[in-house]
């Protein structure tokens, strides 16, 4: 299983784009990049999902260099409701997946 | 989109209990789920794989005699906790992915359970 390494922690304002890279140096051909969004006391949610270049949904954008070695996690104008920890997750279909410790966004008013 | 329904959302119980915690994939089918504990402050701990049909894989320094893992159906995961004692204190968290969905579909959590062991 690909091993991920992401910041422990970051600190944004309102209406500012916060960007979270997540490095994955051992991804293999057939993994995916999945980032999740945890509240306190709630299972994780999917945020997006993508293999190479760049993925947007309504929510984030995912940028994939070509070498697959790291990503991006893309939030544009954040609010204080997007206070929470993110988590960056490689694998492929039928695989258990091995959470990292997340990186813990605090959005600031 | 997929949902994951877990069931109860807490429990409090006394020390040499057992508590089962349901998990429920609603709009698909989930021919595998995942049980996860998080503890305060801390990642999510990937525990046991549920197959459905047969037996639960446990992660290492897991005990299957105390974490009773049952999936009796395609939809349907349940996890026991034996003999709960005040350290199995935790946040259990379930996940699955559709089984019939693309080969890496993402997997869906459920909104986990809340044990306190008195």
């Known amino acids: 299983l690909a091993k991920t390494t992401q910041p422990i922690s970051m600190d944004s304002y309102e209406g500012q784009e916060v960007n979270i890279t997540c490095s994955h140096n051992n991804i293999a051909t057939n993994d995916y990049i999945t980032w999740y969004q945890q509240f306190p006391s709630q299972g994780p949610r999917f945020i997006i999902q993508?293999?190479?270049t760049k993925v947007t949904n309504e929510v984030a954008s995912l940028f994939i260099p070509a070498d697959r070695k790291s990503s991006t996690l893309s939030l544009p104008r954040v609010s204080l409701s997007d206070t929470a920890v993110y988590y960056c997750l490689v694998g492929a279909g039928g695989q258990n997946f091995v959470f990292g410790p997340g990186t813990r966004l605090s959005v600031l008013p | 989109g997929a949902v994951v329904s877990q069931h109860p959302s807490w429990v409090i119980c006394k020390s040499g209990t057992s508590v089962k915690i349901e998990c429920r994939s609603l709009d698909f089918q989930a021919t595998t789920m995942f049980w996860y504990r998080q503890f305060p402050k801390q990642s999510l701990m990937l525990m046991a794989t549920s197959n459905e049909g047969s037996k639960a894989t446990y992660e290492q320094g897991v005990e299957k005699d105390k974490f009773l893992i049952n999936h009796a159906s395609l939809t349907l995961s349940t996890l026991t906790v034996t003999s709960a004692h005040p350290e199995d204190s935790s946040f259990y968290i379930c996940?699955?992915?559709?089984?019939?969905?693309?080969?890496?579909?993402?997997?869906?959590f459920g909104n986990g359970t809340r044990l306190t062991v008195t």
């Open positions: 996940s699955a992915r559709d089984g019939l969905g693309q080969v890496n579909s993402p997997l869906h």
């Open positions: 993508g293999y190479k």
